[in-house]
């Protein structure tokens, strides 16, 4: 496109202008921290991984509406992640599935990426020449201004005043060839910021929109895909995958309608040896790893539940030695046995939760189908957090997936649910009755003298009525501790 006379005029002008804010790419921002990752995992596990499935949504080529997706497709994700994987230690192999190895491994790895593009993260504080540049030559802005429908001013055209990063979310299911449900099912989100590119780095030409940012995606997606190897090889929740099997094996008993009282009994009592002494709470963990908080902040706040936990009016009376100081909880927010905890705590969370369900007793529905104590919002539940983050560069940031099709959300919550007309609990046999005491029994020993293991029960009583807190309630009972007595007292009271 030939430009006017105007935009000759004023070129040697914009070179000076290029040449003096040529620091531009350096970016400063106020930046959430993040704690770093931990160790690699070493696990050397063993699965297929089919083609990475690429669920991205590619935009028809409409004439000004840009494409922002990284120009790396499944295939060439499928093999940077292969290879990574095996490289860190946590895979000792992923063959493909038609693969002569593929017929010796039961397990399989499936991996969905959700979103992999170009993202503006804002702009830096260098953007101020931009907007000079456009008020200097007005003429050549309405051009392109007009050449891109309004999407790129002179300014941002010729100068890097957009910080940009490249984003990836992907979602990872471990399955085994006996069981059709996932046992572990994790999302990741990685973030790497590419500091501040020109609209001219991003376009071919004035016009394009369709290889928008394809020379600079590419290059910079395969940092992404290095950080996304990263995130997933250090995600402490690798270290309880044989826990995860653990329970989906128990899950699949005590959730099946078809299943005896002392069948589920049976089933949860092969997860009461899950229940081991907690570092860390949940609850400690997302404390003392919240960047929004200063180290007073987090060590407050961690104080305060340590007393909790231990049955005390507050933090003030805490004893010495259990006090975490700013100091402490400063190396704390960077220790990986805080994360490991937190991924820990979460096994447990949810081994206590089958063993609640377990306990309870049915009640026949009265509409022909038979209720457990599974709850809907818990049936497609994604175990652990929903995100992953990493340290510099790899960005914590929100983000990701599609929103579904329009009118989806509110059709679902508009359409009438059913109530279930609920029958009498069903009638344990006197078997059943002995496995249910013994149970009970079973998982307040394991609970005994650990304030942060009996904080997660209490988290899961807290939730329990009727039938539910009737069995709840005889596992407390057993305990004793100043922290379940303020508790019952405060139920009681309610």
């Known amino acids: 496109m030939k430009l006017p006379t105007a935009a000759r005029v004023y070129i040697p002008l914009l070179t000076v202008l290029v040449l003096l804010a040529g620091c531009s790419a350096m970016v400063t921002t106020a930046e959430i ?16 991984m089919p083609p990475v499935v690429d669920k991205r949504y590619w935009p028809p080529d409409t004439p000004g509406t840009p494409d922002t997706n990284v120009h790396i497709f499944g295939p060439a994700i499928t093999a940077k992640l292969r290879s990574g994987l095996t490289q860190t230690g946590l895979f000792a192999a992923l063959p493909t599935p038609d693969s002569p190895s593929a017929e010796l491994m039961s397990d399989r790895v499936v991996i ?12 830096n504080p260098w953007a101020a020449p931009a ?57 990741y989100l990685v973030v790497v910021e590419l500091g501040s590119v020109s609209g001219r780095q991003l376009r071919a030409s004035l016009a394009d929109t369709t290889g928008y940012g394809v020379k600079v995606g590419k290059a910079e997606g395969q940092k992404a895909l290095d950080g996304l190897v990263e995130v997933i090889s250090r995600d402490p929740h690798w270290l309880y995958l ?10 699949v008993v005590i959730e099946d309608p078809e299943s005896t009282p002392e069948q589920r009994m049976e089933a949860a009592g092969a997860l009461v040896g899950l229940l081991q002494p907690l570092i860390y709470s949940p609850e400690e963990a997302k404390v003392l790893q919240d960047g929004l908080l200063n180290d007073s902040g987090r060590a407050a706040m961690a104080n305060e539940l340590r007393a909790r936990y231990l049955g005390l009016a507050g933090a003030d009376a805490l004893p010495a030695k259990q006090r975490l100081t700013e100091a402490q909880a400063k190396k704390l927010f960077d220790d990986p046995s805080v994360g490991r905890a937190w991924a820990h705590g979460e096994v447990t969370q949810e081994a206590l939760g089958l063993i609640m369900s377990a306990l309870t007793p049915r009640r026949a529905s009265l509409n022909g189908t038979a209720k457990g104590k599974v709850k809907a919002k818990d049936k497609d539940k994604t175990v ?5 983050g990493a340290s510099n560069p790899y960005l914590d940031s929100a983000g990701g997936a599609r929103n579904p099709a329009p009118g989806a959300a509110s059709s679902a919550a508009s359409a009438p649910m059913p109530l279930a007309k609920l029958g009498p609990p069903e009638v344990l046999s006197p078997q059943a009755k002995r496995m249910q005491a013994q149970l009970a029994t079973a998982v307040a020993e394991a609970m005994r003298n650990h304030p942060r293991l009996q904080a997660l029960y209490l988290s899961v009583a807290d939730e329990s009525v009727g039938l539910a807190w009737f069995q709840a309630k005889s596992v407390l009972s057993q305990i004793g501790s100043p922290q379940v007595k303020n508790y019952l007292a405060k139920r009681d009271a309610s």
Not at 35 to 45: E, R, S, W, Y
Not at 112 to 123: A, H, I, K, P, Q
Not at 143 to 171: C, E, F, H
């Open 33 to 48: 921290p993040v704690p770093p990752p931990g160790p690699q995992i070493k696990a050397g596990l063993k699965a297929v």
């Open 112 to 123: 969905r990426v959700t979103n992999f593009s170009l993202t503006e993260l804002g702009n």
């Open 131 to 187: 907007y000079i540049i456009d008020g200097l030559v007005q003429p050549v802005s309405g051009v392109i201004l007009i050449a891109t429908k309004g999407q790129v001013d002179t300014g941002a055209y010729l100068l890097p005043s957009t910080r940009m990063g490249t984003t990836i979310n992907a979602d990872l299911s471990w399955s085994v060839k006996d069981l059709k449900a996932p046992v572990l099912k994790r999302s």
């Open 242 to 251: 044989g826990s995860y099997i653990r329970l989906a094996r128990a899950r």
């Open 384 to 388: 652990g957090p929903a995100v992953i």
